[in-house]
């Protein structure tokens, strides 16, 4: 069967129709092949559909906090060596700027820091970021465009051209480290409702409150004073509206982030961002602007100012990607 799927691969005319078999073993491959001979497209494990290429336009979205978890990227760094020599290049960008190896933080290592600290996170999840693009990219797929998610947008900003890999691991470390040491208090909520939703719950509120981040038609995050966070969640819960605290130790993009502006613009000036070869697509501005503008009030913004994600990606939608 390896062979097999292999020749149809190198060898054969690639159509637009096309199925895939995802199973464990022999016996749901088998199953598998049946439910896509009979046409049953709706069979586990089964993914039928129809590729069009022409015109497609593809985007690399870099997601921001929480994309993270215990053991990511440890067996890919063992067995890709792609995604390995990536991973490499980022451990040594980082070298002078942090006091933990990455390697070490990747593989679990007994004694090494907590993935849980952001200013561990945050630069870990950069490095899998840019080493995962730079291993599709070594398959084939090379992306038209780039978005970010908040911190995600370092990522982006690399692999669109616009900044070096040292400057966006600079960004990248000082930019937690400053969240991690200078903001405390407030805290962050996710609510299953529109922005203009929220808004006007926040208007009879006691203004510690704003609009962190907008990620959909229908969820939106919420940062600010804790007490009035928490109130605002359970009068959500009450109505029948699904509202959570999350895990954050600051309230990012909100004004709580000011504290933060010296430090951050201190930190970043050296960072010399260029005009890149690939469009990015601000969450900041909501629309593509040119990376050599990406220096250090940028990336103040980037933490200070809503994500507006929806936006960006409607209007990526609506320039045909």
């Avoid at 985007?59 to 792609?82: C, D, Q, T």
């Avoid at 599709?136 to 465009?145: K, M, N, Q, T």
């Avoid at 808004?199 to 981040?213: C, D, I, N, Q, T």
């Amino acid at each position: 069967l390896v062979d097999v799927g292999l020749s149809s691969v190198v060898s054969r005319s690639v159509f637009e129709h096309r199925s895939v078999v995802l199973a464990e073993d022999s016996v749901d491959l088998s199953a598998g092949l049946d439910a896509v001979a009979a046409g049953d497209g709706l069979s586990p494990g089964v993914v039928s559909g129809v590729v069009s290429v022409e015109g497609a336009r593809s985007v690399f979205v870099f997601p921001g906090a929480g994309a993270k978890w215990s053991g990511m990227a440890a067996r890919l760094w063992a067995e890709s060596v792609v995604f390995a020599e990536s991973m490499a290049r980022c451990e040594a960008a980082f070298e002078g700027l942090v006091d933990w190896r990455l390697s070490d933080v990747i593989a679990q290592v007994p004694g090494a820091v907590s993935l849980e600290r952001e200013d561990v996170a945050q630069p870990a999840s950069f490095a899998v970021m840019v080493s995962l693009a730079a291993l599709w990219r070594s398959l084939g797929v090379v992306p038209d465009a780039v978005v970010g998610h908040s911190q995600g947008e370092i990522a982006a900003a690399v692999v669109a051209g616009g900044l070096s890999l040292e400057d966006g691991a600079r960004a990248v470390v000082f930019r937690s480290r400053v969240a991690e040491e200078v903001l405390s208090g407030g805290g962050i909520a996710s609510v299953r409702l529109s922005r203009a939703e929220v808004e006007e719950r926040l208007a009879g509120g006691g203004g510690g409150l704003s609009v962190a981040v907008v990620n959909a038609p229908s969820s939106t995050v919420v940062a600010g004073e804790l007490g009035e966070l928490e109130r605002f969640v359970a009068a959500c819960e009450a109505e029948g509206v699904r509202a959570r605290r999350l895990e954050f130790g600051y309230a990012s993009h909100s004004v709580f982030v000011e504290p933060a502006r010296g430090r951050l613009l201190e930190a970043l000036a050296d960072v010399r961002p260029v005009s890149g070869e690939i469009p990015f697509y601000s969450t900041v501005e909501a629309g593509v602007v040119d990376t050599a503008s990406l220096d250090a009030e940028y990336w103040f913004g980037n933490l200070r100012r809503p994500v507006r994600f929806q936006e960006t990606v409607e209007q990526l939608l609506a320039d045909g990607f």
